[in-house]
């Protein structure tokens, strides 16, 4: 081999240098991308007072935390013990309804799957995870409802979908916020009731 004839190939090594200086930038935007995807706990924590006394806000937003994450949950989505249910600091919630993303130097606003996503979330490594997401995800594809909505379903999320900011958000960040809370709400609206009759089931 004497020669490079793939143009691609040779654009990139004529413009090596700028392509990976421009490409490192990608760190930096994930980590402006995780700092505000954080800031929406305080919209989701005013989300949940202005939906019910009984709705509370779960974060999982540790700086070691891979998956950060802001849920609604209720009191009895919580794992169960002897003595009854056990919410708290130190105990996840076994079903919750919000907001994800991967936090890695891929996270941006605007590409799935490397954008935050919204909906139904399960612990499916706790005790009963794995059956409690095969239940939830049956129940709403019997409803139609991931249909109706234009959902994905996972066994970590059965109902979810990738939000994307849309437009020149970095000059205003608002309107994007309000997307991701509105989404929320409306996956609450949606789905709150149908995790609460699985549940009882």
Same mark, same amino acid.
């Given at each position: 081999?004497?020669?490079?004839?793939?143009?691609?190939?040779?654009?990139?090594?004529?413009?090596?240098?700028?392509?990976?200086?421009?490409?490192?930038?990608?760190?930096?935007?994930?980590?402006? #991308?995780? @700092? /505000?995807?954080?800031?929406?706990? %305080?919209?989701?924590?005013?989300?949940?007072? $202005? *939906? +019910?006394?009984?709705?509370?806000?779960?974060?999982?937003?540790?700086?070691?935390?891979?998956?950060?994450?802001?849920?609604?949950?209720?009191?009895?989505?919580?794992?169960?013990?002897?003595?009854?249910?056990?919410?708290?600091?130190?105990?996840?919630?076994?079903?919750?309804?919000?907001?994800?993303?991967?936090?890695?130097?891929?996270?941006?606003?605007?590409?799935?799957? #490397?954008? @935050? /996503?919204?909906?139904?979330?399960? %612990?499916?490594?706790?005790?009963?995870?794995? $059956? *409690? +997401?095969?239940?939830?995800?049956?129940?709403?594809?019997?409803?139609?409802?991931?249909?109706?909505?234009?959902?994905?379903?996972?066994?970590?999320?059965?109902?979810?979908?990738?939000?994307?900011?849309?437009?020149?958000?970095?000059?205003?960040?608002?309107?994007?916020?309000?997307?991701?809370?509105?989404?929320?709400?409306?996956?609450?609206?949606?789905?709150?009731?149908?995790?609460?009759?699985?549940?009882?089931?």
């Amino acid at each position: 081999m004497n020669r490079i004839d793939d143009p691609r190939a040779v654009f990139y090594l004529r413009n090596q240098p700028l392509i990976e200086e421009w490409a490192a930038l990608g760190e930096s935007v994930a980590d402006l #991308a995780h @700092a /505000f995807l954080c800031s929406c706990a %305080d919209g989701i924590a005013d989300l949940a007072s $202005e *939906l +019910s006394p009984e709705v509370d806000v779960y974060k999982f937003l540790e700086q070691d935390e891979d998956w950060p994450k802001i849920l609604l949950v209720l009191p009895g989505w919580f794992p169960s013990s002897q003595a009854g249910l056990v919410p708290g600091v130190d105990v996840a919630p076994r079903v919750g309804v919000g907001l994800e993303w991967n936090k890695s130097r891929r996270l941006n606003f605007t590409t799935s799957p #490397a954008c @935050a /996503f919204t909906g139904v979330w399960v %612990d499916i490594d706790i005790a009963g995870g794995k $059956e *409690l +997401s095969r239940k939830l995800r049956a129940a709403f594809g019997e409803a139609g409802v991931l249909k109706q909505h234009k959902l994905t379903s996972s066994a970590w999320w059965p109902a979810y979908r990738y939000e994307t900011a849309t437009g020149d958000y970095w000059n205003d960040l608002t309107p994007y916020r309000e997307q991701l809370i509105q989404s929320v709400r409306s996956h609450w609206m949606e789905f709150a009731p149908r995790i609460r009759d699985v549940l009882a089931g």
